[in-house]
């Protein structure tokens, strides 16, 4: 497996940072919940829509005590690596985003919003094989799809879970009446982070009413 890294000069530079992104999650039920949200981005970000298809694999570090594990809820879970793959531009044939993310700070340091360390970089090959030979086992396995808008830094996604077909065992998508899930998030960063919660809040402001986007809507992995 190839893993495109920072550069020698780069890694220098962060040997002694550790980058942040910070994000909010929430849910809405049904068609008509979706199009109000989906409306609303639409006139009130600034690249307007673009589509989303993924297929993402969450690993789980294997060196925690499993006993413990049991006991902890989503936002203790421990450091994860997500493999994803764009399906829309190279489908299976095109390369992984891998990244790992740490467990959120408090919510006494942290009241507004999740705020975790976490790192991306490209690979291509045989990134899920990788994961399990580092120690992680498989978590869980899912397809996304759906739309992406972007307002200054944050991205904000809007999304359902394909359901497996119980005879093709294939994602399909699902119903336009089920669950879509919203996550706005900002890239990583090793510097301060007023700008990006101060963006957090203004898309929380931007859809109150529609969808209560908040840290405790906690979805562990991405």
């Keep these: 497996m190839s893993v495109t890294l920072p550069s020698t000069q780069q890694a220098q530079n962060q040997q002694y940072q550790t980058s942040y992104e910070v ?20 006139l009130k970000t600034e690249t307007g829509s673009s589509r ?9 570090s294997t060196l925690a005590n499993p006993t413990s594990m049991m006991m902890m809820s989503a936002v203790d ?17 095109g390369g992984w985003i891998l990244s790992t993310h740490g467990r959120p700070e ?13 790192v991306y970089s490209k690979a291509t090959g045989d990134a899920p094989g ?22 200054g830094v944050v991205a904000i996604s809007i999304y359902q879970i394909d359901i497996i077909n119980p005879e093709t065992k294939k994602p399909e998508q699902a119903p336009e009446e089920g ?9 990583p960063t090793n510097g301060g982070l007023a700008r990006e919660l101060q963006a957090l809040t203004d898309v929380r402001e931007l859809l109150r009413g529609l969808v209560d986007l908040d ?3 906690f979805v562990a992995h991405i």
């Excluded at 408090?106 to 976490?118: F, K, N």
């Excluded at 086992?137 to 972007?150: A, I, M």
């Design 23 to 42: 994000c909010l999650y929430g849910s809405v039920v049904g068609a008509d919940a979706f199009r109000s949200v989906f409306d609303r981005l639409a």
């Design 77 to 93: 879970d421990p450091p994860s690596l997500v493999c994803r793959k764009d399906l829309l531009t190279g489908g299976n044939r």
């Design 215 to 217: 840290r405790n809507n």
């Design 106 to 118: 408090p919510p006494r340091l942290q009241p507004l919003a999740i705020v975790r360390p976490s």
């Design 52 to 60: 989303l298809h993924v297929r993402e694999l969450v690993f789980q």
């Design 130 to 151: 990788c994961a399990s030979t580092l120690g992680y086992r498989l978590k869980s396995e899912n397809y996304k799809r759906g739309f992406v808008f972007t307002t």
């Design 179 to 187: 669950t879509w899930m919203i996550e706005a998030k900002t890239p």
